[in-house]
């Protein structure tokens, strides 16, 4: 396995957990929130008027199993080999 790729992916991981993908509330029209709110990301209660913004749990499963597996990969992919 190629080490300096797992701690990308770790740190890739933190990354997304930190800074979650946002979605409208549910009886909102559907909207991802996505890059706009990783620099301001909306509280609990509005992401803006009339715009309220939730964490989508969704998404972040999505995110989180691709870094992961993508990490998993690519340290295979390049490792070093005898």
């Known amino acids: 396995m190629n080490m300096p790729v797992l701690y990308l992916m770790v740190a890739l991981l933190i990354l997304a957990g930190l800074f979650p993908p946002w979605e409208t509330a549910p009886g909102q029209p559907p909207e991802f929130l996505g890059f706009h709110f990783i620099a301001n990301p909306p ?14 749990r969704l998404l972040i499963s ?21």
């Open 62 to 82: 999505i995110e989180l199993v691709t870094i992961a597996m993508a990490g998993f990969y690519f340290s295979w992919l390049f490792r070093k080999k005898p």
């Open 43 to 56: 509280d609990a209660v509005s992401a803006g008027p009339g715009n309220p913004g939730v964490v989508s």
